[in-house]
Structure formats: C-alpha cells, structure tokens
C-alpha cells in the first residue's frame, strides 16, 4: 500500500514538472505574438500620468524580456471612454490592450450608464497590475497644513477646490464622499488626466489635489505638497506622518485605487495565457516592484480569473457609492 501511494505521488509530481514545458509548447504553438505584428498597449490618459508611466515600464519588460514588439497609444478623453472603447470594438487576437483603471473599469459603468460598452461583457481581464491609496493634499501656498484646518477655512468662507485626473475617476469620488461627510462646499476641478492635474497643482493654479501618492511623490518629498490624509485603513510605512481618514473620524473612506490590464472578451484561451504569463513576469521583475514599493503601490500580479472577479466586486461596490453621493455624469 505504501509503495502504491509512493509511485502515485511520483508520477503526479512528474505531471507537474512537464505542465510548464507543455504550456509554453502551447503559447508557442499559438502563434502569438506574431512577430510582424506590434501589441498596442492603449493607455486611456494623457502622457506622464501614472497610468502611462507603469504601462511604458511594463512595455519596456515585454519588449527586452518576451522579445515582443509592444506599442504604448495614448488615447485620453472623455473619462477614459475613448481608449476604453477603442479596446472594446478591436478584434478579439489579443493585438490591442487596455491599461485599465478603478475609474474605468469599475467606476465608470455606474457614472455613465450610456457609455459605448459594457465592461463585464466587452472586456477580457487579463491581470491587476497593482494597487494603492489616494491622499488629499494642499499646495503648500495655501497654508493649510491639516485637514481640520481645511474645514475650518471652508466654514469660513474660503473658496476651496479641489483637483481631479477627471470624472469618474477615484480622486473625483475620494473628494466628493469626503465634502458629503464633512458637509463642505469644495469646487471639483476635473482634468484629462494625472500629468495636466498634477502640472496646474503644482503651479498653484488649483489648491488642492486628491491623487496617488506616485503620481506626486518628488512634490511630497519637496514639500510642495502637503498630505491632508490617506484612504488607506492604516497609516502607510513611506508617509508615517500622515494620518487616515478613518483616524480623523471618517471611518467609510477607506479605498484602494488600482490599474489592470484587458483585452477583448473573446481572446483564444492560449493568447490569454500567453499574455497573462508575459505581463505577470514583467510586473514581478525587480526594478518594477522596487518602484511601486517605493512609491507606496503594491504589485498585484493575479490570474485571469482572479481579476475578473475582482473586477465584478469593484463594479458593484462603486454602482452603491455613486448611487450615495448622487454624482452619476448620465
């Protein structure tokens, strides 16, 4: 009997060491990527935003890593609708990728009940990139150095606003369920993006900003910008100074933003697997996960399946909060 139960477990175990090899026979056999055939990576904003960053690094992984020849296309406007739709209607081969977001792809279905797409039904997930907090921050001409001193100078009549990377997006939500909270008149300045939110932030032009601690670290470090607080449900180890909304008594602000990659609902499964195993070795490379790690992201690196269901979750949630704070675009 113990002999018997020996060899089994041999030979499942030699089932294991060849599952790789026949998988990669089967990417291989797939014939993707053709090699005179670039992957177009649509990243939904502007150039120089976080989205466009951690995609061209991703990008840059495939095209040294994989042999692949990816092009990063930015397609911004229109709350990432334009990229996002662009993805939705490309043939189902696995050519054409979207660098998705928390606002795109879970938000935005319930800001925009007309938008040219269904997310859930149009979209194959392919993996979560990572994920990370928002922080609400003051430029550091206002003076405002906490978020007490914030409500204080709203109540007393200063004229407030805040900026977004756009509607629908985790910023624009972020600020709008915190004025909700706090009973506060902040002005939204929605922008087409992180890198002209961040640039018009940084000159002065708007004075407050919600956003991901990344996308303004250098102006963190400077103390260009100030943090207020963090969406995080505990202090984050790279900002211990900074204190969570939930420390200051807003308990349900309490959020993760995220990014993610999808292609076409409809994708061969061995192009799926295909992509998902490329893109997740890229992502756990070690300079890709020094950087998020330094700039308070965590890689998420996940399955498919993982993703698609977190995707639905995220959807679901994001409908009920849209629904509270009565911002709906349409």
Same mark, same amino acid.
């Given at each position: 009997?113990?002999? @018997?139960?020996?060899?089994?477990?041999?030979?499942?175990?030699?089932?294991?060491?060849?599952?790789?090899?026949?998988?990669? /026979?089967?990417?291989?056999?797939?014939?993707?990527?053709?090699?005179?055939?670039?992957?177009?990576?649509?990243?939904?904003?502007?150039?120089?935003?976080?989205?466009?960053?951690?995609?061209?690094?991703?990008?840059?992984?495939?095209?040294?890593?994989?042999?692949?020849?990816?092009?990063?296309?930015?397609?911004?406007?229109?709350?990432?609708?334009?990229?996002?739709?662009?993805?939705?209607?490309?043939?189902a081969d696995g050519y054409t990728l979207l660098l998705g977001t928390i606002g795109t792809l879970a938000i935005n279905p319930a800001m925009f009940p007309a938008q040219p797409?269904?997310?859930?039904?149009?979209?194959?997930?392919?993996?979560?990139?990572? /994920?990370?907090?928002?922080?609400?921050?003051?430029?550091?001409?206002?003076?405002?150095?906490?978020?007490?001193?914030?409500?204080?100078?709203?109540?007393?009549?200063?004229?407030?606003?805040?900026?977004?990377?756009?509607?629908?997006?985790?910023?624009?939500?972020?600020?709008?369920?915190?004025?909700?909270?706090?009973?506060?008149?902040?002005?939204?300045?929605?922008?087409?993006?992180?890198?002209?939110?961040?640039?018009?932030?940084?000159?002065?032009?708007?004075?407050?900003?919600?956003?991901?601690?990344?996308?303004?670290?250098?102006?963190?470090?400077?103390?260009?910008?100030?943090?207020?607080?963090?969406?995080?449900?505990?202090?984050?180890?790279?900002?211990?100074?900074?204190?969570?909304?939930?420390?200051?008594?807003?308990?349900?602000?309490?959020?993760?933003?995220?990014?993610?990659?999808?292609? @076409?609902?409809?994708?061969?499964?061995?192009?799926?697997?295909?992509?998902?195993?490329?893109?997740?070795?890229?992502? @756990?490379?070690?300079?890709?996960?020094?950087?998020?790690?330094?700039?308070?992201?965590?890689?998420?690196?996940?399955?498919?399946?993982?993703?698609?269901?977190?995707?639905?979750?995220?959807?679901?949630?994001?409908?009920?909060?849209? @629904?509270?704070?009565?911002?709906?675009?349409?």
């Amino acid at each position: 009997m113990r002999r @018997r139960h020996w060899l089994q477990s041999l030979s499942f175990a030699l089932a294991g060491l060849q599952l790789a090899p026949l998988r990669a /026979r089967e990417r291989a056999s797939s014939g993707f990527p053709d090699p005179a055939k670039p992957i177009r990576l649509v990243v939904p904003f502007p150039a120089g935003g976080t989205s466009d960053i951690r995609a061209r690094q991703v990008a840059e992984h495939l095209r040294q890593d994989a042999g692949w020849s990816v092009v990063v296309e930015n397609r911004p406007g229109a709350s990432g609708m334009i990229g996002s739709e662009l993805v939705a209607k490309a043939p189902a081969d696995g050519y054409t990728l979207l660098l998705g977001t928390i606002g795109t792809l879970a938000i935005n279905p319930a800001m925009f009940p007309a938008q040219p797409y269904n997310v859930l039904q149009d979209f194959q997930p392919v993996t979560q990139f990572s /994920r990370s907090v928002s922080v609400l921050m003051a430029h550091r001409y206002t003076g405002i150095a906490s978020l007490a001193h914030l409500e204080a100078a709203v109540r007393g009549g200063a004229p407030l606003a805040y900026a977004s990377t756009g509607t629908g997006t985790i910023g624009h939500m972020v600020g709008e369920i915190y004025k909700k909270r706090a009973n506060l008149d902040i002005t939204h300045v929605p922008y087409k993006g992180t890198a002209p939110a961040v640039q018009d932030f940084v000159a002065g032009h708007v004075p407050l900003l919600v956003e991901t601690p990344s996308a303004v670290w250098e102006h963190l470090k400077a103390g260009t910008a100030v943090p207020l607080a963090v969406t995080s449900s505990a202090r984050m180890p790279q900002l211990p100074s900074v204190p969570t909304f939930r420390e200051l008594g807003y308990r349900d602000i309490v959020f993760d933003t995220w990014q993610g990659i999808v292609t @076409r609902k409809g994708v061969p499964p061995a192009v799926l697997e295909a992509l998902n195993h490329e893109i997740v070795k890229a992502l @756990r490379s070690p300079d890709v996960v020094r950087s998020h790690e330094e700039q308070v992201n965590v890689v998420v690196a996940n399955t498919p399946e993982q993703f698609e269901r977190f995707i639905a979750d995220e959807t679901r949630k994001w409908a009920s909060v849209v @629904r509270e704070t009565g911002v709906a675009a349409g």
